[in-house]
């Protein structure tokens, strides 16, 4: 399984769309960024250390396609990139975080 992790509203709005377009970020690089299961905390803790209103994703990377691809990011680590929206349809889990516990251990108490 693949991760997002993103502010609720964001993901309300893909609900009521039907696919994830991603955040302004994710538009700006080209593509929507993704986390494997052993990279998702590391990413909550750098990107996301203070941020409330969360939601992660579990995506099915078998419903992604070829738009999916494993490119050299951090530290030379491959990473997940969807070149396109993700469909609400590839999102099999959407678990809100806790608002009175830090995001990367919210994070990895979800992931076991």
Known sequence: ML???LPTTEWDEALAGGRL???????QD???HLSAADQV????RRHFTGATGLTLLTVDPARLGAALRWEQSRGGQLFPHLYGPLPVAAVVAAEALPVDTPVADAVAELLG
């Not at 377009?21 to 538009?27: K, N, T």
């Not at 905390?41 to 909550?44: G, L, S």
């Open 21 to 27: 377009v991603g955040s302004a970020l994710d538009r």
């Open 30 to 32: 080209g593509f929507i």
């Open 41 to 44: 905390v590391e990413t909550a």
């Open 3 to 5: 991760y997002k992790l």
